[in-house]
């Protein structure tokens, strides 16, 4: 891929882009994550709760998201929720359209991403439990550096059916050992 990548924090410039990916993407797509489409948020439910959060501080946040851009415009977004101030968090990660995936992208970005959350956050561990059947995500993060904890059946997040996932961890001792 060629192109500047970058990662910023969430705008709420960006919130409508957001709520297009999740209101508008394919209903194929969206179950391979994982998805259960009938608990997908109304798009005013989805913009009055993505903007209180990125007005509330780090210590109240309940999801903290930030922006993937390539040539600063925006592609993706990666967030965290069940956030723990000071302890842990759970990472999703979303590349909107399917010519930015499977070409690295994501892999550069998640690592671009990580301070952010482990020094906004003060996090001592990041946890990431895609869809056991969506390769991709469990490829990426491996290679970040990220630890296969275990695999489990739960219901991984508020917009997703039940389903096995993978359950990865990564430390702030790992983190800062692999990016120094």
């Not at 882009?17 to 209903?27: E, F, K, Q």
């Not at 439990?129 to 275990?150: D, M």
């Not at 059946?153 to 917009?159: A, E, W």
């Amino acid at each position: 891929m060629s192109g500047q990548l970058s990662v910023r924090e969430m705008q709420v410039e960006d919130i409508p882009l957001i709520a297009d990916y999740w209101l508008n993407s394919d209903a194929d797509f969206m179950t391979s994550m994982g998805v259960d489409l009938n608990k997908l948020p109304s798009r005013e439910g989805l913009t009055n709760f993505l903007t209180n959060q990125i007005q509330a501080p780090f210590e109240e946040k309940m999801s903290y998201a930030l922006i993937w851009c390539l040539n600063g415009k925006q592609i993706g977004h990666n967030n965290v929720n069940a956030i723990e101030f000071g302890q842990s968090a759970k990472m999703h990660l979303h590349l909107w359209n399917f010519e930015n995936r499977q070409k690295g992208v994501g892999t550069f970005l998640i690592k671009k991403s990580l301070p952010f959350f482990f020094e906004n956050l003060q996090l001592k561990e990041l946890y990431c439990e895609p869809y056991a059947l969506n390769p991709a995500p469990n490829k990426t993060l491996e290679k970040v550096g990220f630890e296969f904890q275990k695999k489990y059946t739960t219901i991984p997040g508020s917009l997703n059916f039940e389903q096995e996932v993978n359950q990865w961890k990564l430390t702030i001792e790992k983190f800062v050992t692999c990016n120094p």
